[in-house]
């Protein structure tokens, strides 16, 4: 073991990216990749033609990137302003902050409100894993409460007495998804009231991941909360994930402290000029989404029928669906879904299935039905 490592960093395992994205494990490319939620159409031909543009004609890469991110808080201001149909002057620059990936922001945040046993966090699982591995790293402690296995509500009662009862150190986040991943299920107008109770020495983080999907935000509470910050990310709808850029939105004096922390040039000038061409051609790619949202329904329909398997709502991109019986088990599905082709995410006893495209989702039905008949064929053998 290493003798200069912090003893608590020592004992755990490092987060392990997604094997789809990982060419080099020997994935073929030909599997659907369903695993991680990201969009299953690239940028447009002409849209990264102008991108590659910017990089022959004005990207100087001997030269830092711009370090201020000004004209991409401006454009994503307005773009916020827009999506929450406020009037153009709500949201300015100075209330965005842009990450490396909205982890990134994450990671900036924990920074500036936990680190040094001033503070824990507060998340309900199943949930986003990385608030809680960023956490750990940092040597933040994570409280954690349950939600209802059915429609994966919070635990509320459970929640309020981990925020009066953590007092060394208190609970000074709470991170919530909105809608939820794995689970895809929006805030309830109670668990919103339970947010806006928290006091002010609690900050209130909203990833709102997959707003272009479920158009639903809490954005304008930012107006008159200083202790709530929403995150954004170009990872899903808007096709960027390979170029890590991810956003918040809070009151100008939170930004401040957020800028304060962040690395001086952590976007690299290329994820900058993608990001501004996202903006400028907003509505352009998100013209995609009728269709993942219309797959999405058709899919839960089709796949609900199926007495084996139990399917949530989803307000996202992606579904949720778990077993009804343990046999088969998840696992092993999971392993059948791949060997046919398809990855998908195994995570909190049920697997989470990205929308792809058409094509896909039509392997994703036919793949599921066929790996249950045949492991029931096997089990029937078997008796
Ligand atoms: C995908 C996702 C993100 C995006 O992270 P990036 O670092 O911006 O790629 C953030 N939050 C949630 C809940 C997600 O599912």
């Known amino acids: 073991m290493l003798k200069f490592i912090r003893s608590d960093l020592a004992k755990f395992t490092a987060y392990k990216p997604h094997p789809s994205s990982d060419t080099a494990a020997g994935v073929p490319m ?199 910050v929403i995150l954004r990310t170009f990872s899903k709808a808007f096709r960027l994930a390979a170029m890590r850029v991810g956003y918040c939105i809070a009151h100008p004096d939170a930004i401040a402290i957020l800028e304060k922390v962040r690395l001086p040039y952590n976007l690299p000038s290329f994820s900058i000029a993608a990001g501004l061409i996202a903006m400028e051609n907003s509505q352009l790619l998100l013209q995609s989404i009728s269709q993942t949202l219309d797959q999405r329904n058709k899919l839960i329909e089709i796949l609900s029928q199926n007495p084996a398997l139990q399917i949530t709502k989803s307000d996202a991109n992606f579904i949720f669906l778990r077993l009804i019986a343990n046999n088969p088990n998840t696992k092993t599905l999971h392993q059948k879904l791949k060997a046919s082709g398809t990855l998908v995410r195994e995570i909190s006893g049920g697997l989470r299935i990205t929308i792809g495209t058409p094509e896909e989702n039509t392997h994703t039905c036919n793949r599921i039905q066929a790996a249950l008949a045949n492991l029931e064929l096997q089990q029937f053998a078997s008796k």
Not at 172 to 185: K, L
């Open 30 to 228: 030909q599997l659907d990749r369903l695993d991680t939620n990201e969009s299953p159409d690239d940028l447009p031909p002409e849209l990264k033609q102008k991108l590659a543009e910017i990089y022959q004609q004005l990207i100087e890469t001997n030269r830092y990137p711009d370090g201020g991110h000004q004209t991409l808080k401006e454009a994503i201001a307005q773009y916020v302003n827009q999506s929450a149909s406020l009037t153009s002057s709500v949201f300015t620059a100075d209330h965005i902050s842009v990450g490396n990936g909205s982890d990134e922001l994450i990671r900036s945040l924990l920074i500036a409100t936990c680190l040094g046993g001033e503070g824990s966090i507060l998340v309900a699982n199943p949930t986003f894993s990385m608030y809680g591995i960023l956490a750990k790293t940092l040597g933040i402690p994570v409280v954690t409460v349950d939600r209802n296995p059915d429609n994966f509500e919070i635990d509320l009662k459970a929640a309020q007495s981990a925020i009066e009862q953590s007092q060394n150190p208190p609970i000074r986040v709470v991170f919530i998804v909105h809608p939820n991943s794995p689970t895809g299920n929006c805030l309830t107008a109670a668990e919103i009231s339970w947010l806006k109770s928290l006091g002010e020495h609690i900050l209130v983080v909203i990833d709102e991941a997959y707003f272009e999907f479920s158009q639903t935000t809490l954005v304008s509470e930012i107006a008159q909360r200083s202790n709530w």
